[in-house]
């Protein structure tokens, strides 16, 4: 496990200081279209163009990597997105930000296959669900401390663009100051949604619906707090808690999907799910509990999209695993685009509580799914479990500027 993390922890700073700097992106666009009174389904609509975009970008990004390296291909895209958050600040416009958030979904793409592509080749089936755990730890983390930039600057400002910016341009100093030799492939496999379907229907349902709650957690959870608390201070402080709460559950989660079946912590998850959704509706909100609830809500739906994926690339080769995790981002960004688009509809149909609701639902429609293909389809477990942790892993030698090929 300690080789892994020596492998991967330049990835790791990467993806921590480029989350820091954009996890509070999505919120801070919510609060100023909200101060410029924007309708919720413009609200909505903003993260779903935003996965749009995601979903677009998941097509050719493969190839992409393959052809530039990880390492240059992670430049290209974050300093895009530096650009971006720039742009953001200096134009209020929603048809404008609608170009942007697409144009920065792509990008986003590119830089969750690259992180994730690289955890997945230096992990093993007995270590996966640990491994994609500290990647969600970092994720996390980055995240909710990047909440507390709200209360350091006016939104009406350039200020927090200019910090966004900022972290998204030196998230590229890690990578490109490792010395880490990445692994080599000859070729890109390709692995279709179908194909996909036909390993693991479970993996790719569980990511599917990972971005339908997601999406509406990013776009709309800050609406539906503001709408509750009317302080953007008790704001950030609600998203701190989600976004905590998934940090913190993310490795004992991990661990236990490593020891027992990972279909059954996903319909454990998703009931758990249900229950802590339906206390928001009868908590007292500004008090510790209402607080404590939250974070567990979010410490449960934020662990739903890594072990899909530990599930799904269980079942896949190696060489599978970049053009398996290309499918399973897809499949999430299709969700993550979705749920921004139908979640308001409850929203206005039962008033704010309705984003529970919808919410509920979604883990309502996945329950028996997994139940039935836990009963009707056992794992496959991957022969030659000892074969994976090599020094310099197969898929990667692409990464390193200096390699040869690049």
């Not at 890594?306 to 896949?316: E, M, Y």
Request: charged share 10%; proline share 4%.
């Amino acid at each position: 496990m300690w080789l892994v993390i020596t492998e991967t922890i330049a990835p790791l700073v990467s993806l921590f200081v480029f989350v820091l700097g954009t996890g509070y992106f999505a919120t801070l666009l919510a609060l100023i279209m909200t101060l410029n009174q924007a309708p919720t389904l413009a609200v909505g609509a903003m993260t779903g163009i935003f996965y749009a975009g995601l979903v677009f970008g998941s097509f050719r990004i493969e190839r992409f990597i393959f052809r530039v390296g990880h390492i240059r291909a992670y430049a290209a895209f974050s300093s895009t997105l530096a650009a971006i958050c720039l742009l953001h600040g200096m134009i209020y416009s929603l048809w404008f930000w609608m170009i942007l958030r697409f144009i920065a979904g792509f990008v986003t793409a590119g830089l969750f296959v690259v992180i994730e592509s690289w955890l997945l080749c230096k992990s093993t089936r007995i270590n996966r669900g640990q491994v994609l755990s500290l990647y969600m730890i970092v994720f996390y983390a980055a995240q909710s401390l990047g909440q507390f930039f709200l209360t350091f600057g006016d939104p009406a400002t350039l200020y927090l663009f200019a910090v966004s910016s900022i972290l998204c341009s030196l998230s590229i100093l890690p990578l490109a100051m490792t010395h880490v030799r990445s692994p080599q492939y000859e070729e890109p496999s390709t692995l279709s949604l179908t194909k996909l379907l036909d390993y693991s229907a479970s993996g790719l349902l569980g990511c599917f619906s990972a971005g339908l709650i997601m999406g509406a957690i990013y776009g709309l959870l800050p609406l539906f707090l503001n709408n509750v608390f009317h302080n953007k201070a008790h704001v950030a402080q609600h998203m701190f808690a989600v976004i905590m709460g998934g940090m913190l559950l993310q490795y004992p989660v991990g661990k236990l999907s490593d020891i027992i079946e990972r279909r059954l912590v996903l319909i454990m998850i998703a009931m758990a799910t249900i229950l802590t959704s339906t206390a928001v509706f009868f908590l007292p909100k500004d008090t510790w509990l209402f607080f404590a609830v939250i974070a567990l809500f979010g410490g449960l739906t934020f662990t739903i999209y890594p072990i899909s994926i530990a599930h799904a690339c269980d079942t896949l080769d190696t060489a599978d695993i970049v053009a398996g995790t290309q499918s399973l981002l897809l499949a999430y960004s299709i969700g993550a685009m979705v749920g921004p688009f139908v979640a308001p509809l409850f929203m206005h149909l039962m008033d704010g509580y309705g984003l529970f609701i919808y919410f509920i639902g979604i883990c309502l429609l996945t329950i028996p799914v997994f139940i039935m293909r836990k009963v009707h389809k056992a794992d496959t477990p991957q022969e030659d479990p000892i074969l994976l942790i090599p020094q310099t892993s197969p898929i990667l030698l692409e990464l390193d500027p200096r390699s040869g090929t690049e």
